[in-house]
C-alpha cells in the first residue's frame, strides 16, 4: 500500500516572463501553454494519478481564485481547500500556510511541494521520485528535487550535493545539502556541469507538516509568528479560506529556500531526470516544445521562410516572419513582442516600462475574466467605448450605479434579465436597454447557454474604477 501525501499547489506566481500571454490577470499557470490543459490542470491530473494523493492544497492569489476554481470544475478536481493569500509574501510563508491547515488533522501528514506552473515529460520517473523521497519526509528530512543537468544553464539556480545519507535505505538515493547557488554565468554553469555534484533546484519539495514548521519557527520566527497569526484569525468566504490580510500583510516576504532550505541541517536532495522545465521564459518554452526540420516552433496562424531556431506563436492575426534564425515572436491582441532567443530573460525591461509609464498591457489582456464571465473591449474614443460582454448561464453582475457614465446594451445572443431602479425586463436577441447614468442597475443570464451582448458606454468618465458596488454575490467590493 503506497503511503499517503498531501499535495501542496502554489499557484501565486505572475510568470511576467512569458509576457504578452502571460499577464498579472492571468498568470502563466493558467496558460495552455504545451497541451489543452493549463500548467495548473496538468499538475493536479500528475499528482492525482499517483497512488495516495489526498485532495490538494491550493495557495493562490485573490484576484485568480475564480479564475482558478473554474478551472479545477473543468477537470473534476475537488480540492481540499483552496487558500487565498492576501499578498505575495513568497514561497516560505505559502507553505506555512498549507502546513497549518493540515497540522488541525495530521500533524505528521507528509506534503509533496509543487509549483504550478511546471512542465514534466516522464510521468512514470516523476512518480518513482516521490515514493522515493517520501520515507526521508517521514524521517525527518526536507527533501527537495534535483534535476540532472542536461546543458549548462544560466537561468535556473544549482543545488551542490554531498554524501548519501547514512541512515536512509541504500534504495533511497537521497543525498546531503551542501549549498544553494544562485544563478550562474555561463563559465561557472559549464564548471557546474563538469564536476557533476550540481543539479538544478526544482523548487519542489517533499516533507511533514510538523518539521517544516518547526524548521521555520526556528530559522525564522518572524514569518512563523505572522503566518500563525493569520491562520488563526483566518475567514471563509464562497468555499475560499482567508488568512487574516493585517496579519498577513506584515509577514516578511521570504522564499523556503533562503527562509529554512539554507539553515536546516536536515536539507536532502534526490537527483531526478524526469523531463523537467519550469518554463520560466520563452526560451525554455522553445527548448522543450515540439519543433519543425528548422528547428522552429509554430503556433497559430503563422507563415515563415528562410528562418531557423525561432519560437512565433500567433494568437489573432496572421504573422510572417522571413529570413530570421533564432528569434521569438508572440502575438496578442493588443501587443506583439519580437526579440532574440538570448534575451528571453530580458522581458522584464518591457514590464517594468510598462509600470513606469501606468499602462495596463502588463496587468490584463483585451479579454478580461469577471466570475460572472468576461468583457473586451472592441473600440473606444472621446467620451465612448465598446465592449463585448460575455455571461455564463445562471450567472449575473453586480447590483451596482455610475456616476459619470450611461450605457446601451444590446443582446447578441441568449437571454438577459435587466433590472434598472428596481423594474425587471427580459431582452433577447436584437433586443436593446438604456441605463441612465446613476440609475442603479443589475444583469443576469437566467438562460441555459451563455449571454452575448455588445455594451456602449458614453460620458465624461470610462474607467472600470466608476462601478459602486450595492450587491455582489462574489464578495467583492466596490471599484
Known amino acids: 500500500m503506497h503511503r499517503r501525501f498531501h499535495p501542496v499547489i502554489l499557484s501565486g506566481g505572475s510568470g511576467t516572463r512569458l509576457w504578452p500571454l502571460s499577464r498579472a490577470a492571468m498568470p502563466k499557470q ?71 491547515k493540515l497540522m488541525e488533522t495530521d500533524p505528521e501528514a507528509v506534503m509533496l511541494v509543487l509549483p504550478a506552473d511546471h512542465v514534466i515529460d516522464d510521468q512514470a520517473a516523476f512518480k518513482a521520485a516521490v515514493y522515493q523521497a517520501i520515507p526521508a519526509a517521514e524521517a525527518g528530512y526536507l527533501v527537495t528535487f534535483g534535476i540532472v543537468p542536461t546543458h549548462p544553464e544560466t537561468g535556473y539556480g544549482y543545488i551542490r550535493m554531498g554524501e548519501a545519507l547514512s541512515d536512509l535505505s541504500s534504495e533511497n538515493p537521497s543525498c546531503q545539502v551542501l549549498s544553494f547557488v544562485e544563478k550562474p554565468d555561463q563559465q561557472t554553469a559549464q564548471r557546474f556541469l563538469a564536476e557533476g555534484n550540481y543539479v538544478w533546484n526544482s523548487g519542489m519539495f517533499v516533507l511533514t507538516a510538523r518539521r517544516y514548521l518547526d524548521e521555520l519557527q526556528t530559522h525564522r520566527p518572524d514569518i512563523f509568528e505572522a503566518v500563525a497569526q493569520a491562520w488563526k484569525a483566518r475567514t471563509d468566504d464562497l468555499g475560499f479560506c482567508r488568512p487574516d490580510q493585517e496579519a498577513f500583510v506584515g509577514c516578511p516576504s521570504d522564499s523556503i529556500d533562503y527562509a529554512v532550505m539554507q539553515s536546516t541541517q536536515q536539507a536532502a536532495v534526490i537527483p531526478a531526470s524526469f523531463g523537467w522545465s519550469d518554463v520560466g521564459s520563452w526560451a525554455s518554452l522553445w527548448q522543450i516544445a515540439d519543433k519543425d526540420a528548422e528547428g522552429n516552433c509554430i503556433q ?169 458596488r450595492l450587491q455582489d454575490e462574489y464578495g467583492r467590493t466596490s471599484s
Not at 361 to 375: A, C, D, Q
Not at 437 to 461: D, F, M, W
Open 300 to 468: 497559430g496562424d503563422v507563415f515563415v521562410s528562410d528562418t531557423q531556431n525561432s519560437y512565433v506563436r500567433a494568437e489573432h492575426r496572421h504573422v510572417a516572419v522571413i529570413g530570421l534564425e533564432d528569434v521569438v515572436v508572440v502575438e496578442t491582441a493588443d501587443a506583439v513582442l519580437v526579440m532574440h532567443r538570448d534575451k528571453a530573460q530580458e522581458v522584464k525591461r518591457a514590464i517594468q516600462f510598462f509600470e513606469q509609464s501606468q499602462r495596463r498591457e502588463h496587468l490584463e489582456h483585451v479579454r478580461v475574466y469577471r466570475p460572472w464571465g468576461w468583457y473586451e473591449g472592441m473600440d473606444k474614443g472621446e467620451r465612448f467605448q465598446v465592449k463585448r460582454i460575455m455571461v455564463k448561464p445562471g450567472e449575473r453582475l453586480s447590483l451596482q450605479m455610475h456616476h459619470h457614465r450611461a450605457e446601451h446594451w444590446v443582446v447578441v445572443s441568449g437571454t438577459a434579465k435587466v433590472t434598472v431602479e428596481g423594474k425587471e425586463l427580459l431582452l433577447t436577441e436584437n433586443q436593446s436597454t438604456y441605463i441612465p447614468l446613476g440609475h442603479v442597475h443589475c444583469l443576469e443570464n437566467p438562460g441555459r447557454i451563455e449571454l452575448h451582448l455588445v455594451e456602449v458606454q458614453s460620458g465624461a468618465y470610462l474607467g472600470e474604477d466608476d462601478i459602486v
Open 30 to 100: 493558467l496558460l495552455a501553454l504545451t497541451e489543452q490543459a493549463s500548467l495548473l490542470q496538468a499538475t493536479i491530473r500528475r499528482v492525482d494519478s499517483i497512488a495516495g494523493a489526498q485532495s490538494s492544497i491550493l495557495i493562490c492569489n485573490n484576484e485568480h481564485r475564480f479564475l482558478i476554481r473554474e478551472q479545477l470544475q473543468e477537470i473534476q478536481h475537488t480540492p481540499a481547500s483552496i487558500i487565498l493569500e492576501p499578498i505575495g509574501r513568497n514561497t516560505a510563508p505559502a507553505i506555512a500556510l498549507a502546513a497549518l
